[in-house]
């Protein structure tokens, strides 16, 4: 059986309210998967990770977690029984260690919605495995960006890598009770530096954030900008799959890395 490689994808996830109302974000998640080969696995950094050291999850079957509040019942009733798999895992973490990133496994850690919510959409069935990276709260943009860079092979082995996170997230100034809420110009502002910066090629000043208009106001804490990181690292061509709003300034845009 011929293997094909797989691009590296940045995941907008948006509201845990995106497994049952998907909006436009949803549809463009399915699009996206029924246009790649089959993933052998799936590998994701999610922003709902945040670890002291850098870890991988090693469990063989990881327990969906509802890691969110006040949302609908039926939401809470979601799974995601995808398996794990403890071999790719742990060559992952040889990789890592092996290039001057040591890592360490977690058999207990269960998934996060930042993992299994935007993968209902790509792959509902759950029948591919999973693997889940951490986000050490300590690395550098260079250094999760490096992280992607030492995994970027496993993209010829037909294994898609996955940064989870979003391109802004200020919670406080979203229009929950307005649906169709315009976008202010510190979001939109931010999100078009960026795919202006990923067009031509300078992945260096994405890397530099701080310099980028508005960042703090988009980004009041960073995790969820990290793992666009990773995904920069895991290829050098960058594409626009999707980009949108929603409740005014949650931007949830989905970037493909060749």
């Known amino acids: 059986m011929s293997i094909s490689t797989l691009p590296g994808l940045f995941i907008s996830h948006?509201?845990?309210?995106?497994?049952?109302?998907?909006?436009?974000?949803?549809?463009?998640l399915h699009r996206l998967s029924i246009?790649?080969?089959?993933?052998?696995?799936?590998?994701?950094m999610s922003a709902h990770w945040e670890s002291q050291a850098l870890e991988v999850s090693t469990s063989s079957r990881p327990e969906?977690?509802?890691?969110?509040?006040?949302?609908?019942?039926?939401?809470?009733?979601l799974r995601y029984p995808a398996?794990?798999?403890?071999?790719?895992?742990?060559?992952?973490?040889?990789?890592?260690?092996?290039?001057?990133?040591p890592a360490h496994a977690n058999s207990l850690r269960p998934r996060d919605h930042g993992v299994w919510m935007p993968l209902l959409h790509m792959y509902p069935e759950a029948d591919i495995p999973v693997i889940q990276i951490s986000l050490p709260v300590h690395f550098s943009?260079?250094?999760?960006?490096?992280v992607g860079q030492i995994l970027a092979p496993l993209r010829h082995e037909q294994i898609l890598l996955i940064g989870s996170g979003s391109i802004t997230h200020n919670l406080a100034e979203l229009s929950w009770a307005e649906e169709q809420a315009s976008t202010p110009e510190w979001a939109s502002g931010f999100r078009n530096w960026v795919v202006h910066q990923l067009?031509?090629?300078?992945?260096?000043?994405?890397?530099?954030?701080?310099?980028?208009?508005?960042?703090?106001?988009?980004?009041?804490?960073?995790?969820?900008?990290?793992?666009?990181?990773?995904?920069?690292?895991?290829?050098?061509r960058f594409s626009l799959v999707h980009s949108s709003f929603s409740l005014g300034a949650l931007g949830m845009d989905l970037y493909r890395f060749d």
Request: glycine fraction near 8%; charged fraction near 15%; aromatic fraction near 8%.
């Open 64 to 77: 969906t977690w509802h890691d969110f509040g006040g949302f609908p019942r039926e939401l809470y009733q």
């Open 141 to 146: 943009a260079a250094q999760i960006y490096q």
């Open 14 to 28: 948006g509201s845990p309210m995106l497994a049952i109302e998907p909006e436009q974000v949803g549809p463009a």
């Open 35 to 44: 246009n790649l080969p089959k993933p052998r696995a799936i590998v994701v």
């Open 199 to 236: 067009n031509n090629d300078d992945f260096a000043a994405v890397l530099d954030w701080k310099q980028a208009p508005h960042v703090r106001r988009n980004h009041p804490t960073l995790e969820h900008l990290s793992p666009l990181f990773f995904a920069m690292g895991t290829g050098s």
């Open 83 to 101: 398996p794990g798999d403890a071999i790719l895992a742990e060559r992952m973490i040889q990789m890592l260690t092996h290039s001057g990133m």
